[in-house]
């Protein structure tokens, strides 16, 4: 199975300041089609997860466009250009390239 | 709009079966794959199986290939995950999610609560 992890495991910003998000899988996420596989999932708190990017860089429908995504191969980043309150919350990268599907243990933002 | 809602869970035994339905309303639900993801108190989360738009090819992940059977009935616009053998470590709310294509999960029920508790 491909194991996904995340740095940091909590990262405490400040409201209106850039907060930056790694994951890094243990095999090449690269699909034989050509694609990578590689999304975001947001989880506010008592809520089911919510998809933010997928395919590393596409933000989904209605995200703000404060959330970005980059990287390539095994590594991968999310960042948040301004953080917002309601962006408080779990953010999960998760693999859909090979099965089982697999999700990093999650990083935790709060305000500071 | 999409929705999603479980049902089904509650507490059950060790070695106790459970079976979890997933009601889709406000899409065509036949021409989509669909997943049951799940996340025990507390923690992450953990896919725990897929099924294509017709239910001919699923997929589990290995710690509960065996115990549990996902199924759908597309004219009842419903999905099903049969949980024989249950154990502690599969405590959990369990999640119906509807995949766009090859992972892009872009829709959750609220999730049902199973617990597995003597």
């Known amino acids: 199975d491909i194991v996904m992890t995340q740095t940091p495991l909590s990262s405490p910003v400040t409201l209106g300041q850039p907060a930056s998000i790694s994951c890094r899988s243990s095999?090449?996420?690269?699909?034989?089609?050509?694609?990578?596989?590689l999304s975001w999932l947001q989880q506010r708190p008592g809520q089911p997860p919510r998809l933010l990017i997928y395919k590393i860089s596409n933000r989904f429908s209605g995200v703000p466009d404060r959330f970005s995504g980059s990287g390539a191969g095994t590594d991968f980043t999310l960042k948040i250009s301004r953080v917002a309150a309601e962006d408080v919350g779990v953010y999960y990268c998760?693999?859909?390239?090979?099965?089982?599907?697999?999700f990093g243990p999650g990083t935790k933002v709060d305000i500071k | 709009q999409v929705q999603l809602v479980e049902s089904g869970g509650g507490l059950v035994k060790p070695g106790g079966s459970l079976r979890l339905s997933c009601a889709a309303s406000?899409?065509?639900?036949?021409?989509?794959?669909m997943s049951w993801i799940r996340q025990a108190p507390g923690k992450g989360l953990e896919w725990v199986s897929y099924i294509s738009s017709s239910g001919g090819a699923i997929y589990y992940v290995d710690s509960v290939k065996g115990r549990f059977t996902f199924s759908r009935d597309n004219a009842k616009n419903s999905l099903y995950l049969q949980m024989n053998s249950l154990r502690a470590e599969d405590t959990a709310v369990y999640y119906c999610?509807?995949?766009?294509?090859?992972?892009?999960?872009?829709?959750w029920g609220q999730g049902t609560l199973v617990t597995v508790s003597s």
């Open positions: 406000g899409f065509t639900f036949s021409d989509f794959y």
């Open positions: 999610a509807r995949d766009l294509d090859s992972g892009r999960i872009d829709s």
């Open positions: 095999q090449s996420l690269v699909h034989g089609d050509g694609n990578t596989y």
């Open positions: 998760m693999q859909a390239t090979q099965f089982p599907f697999t």
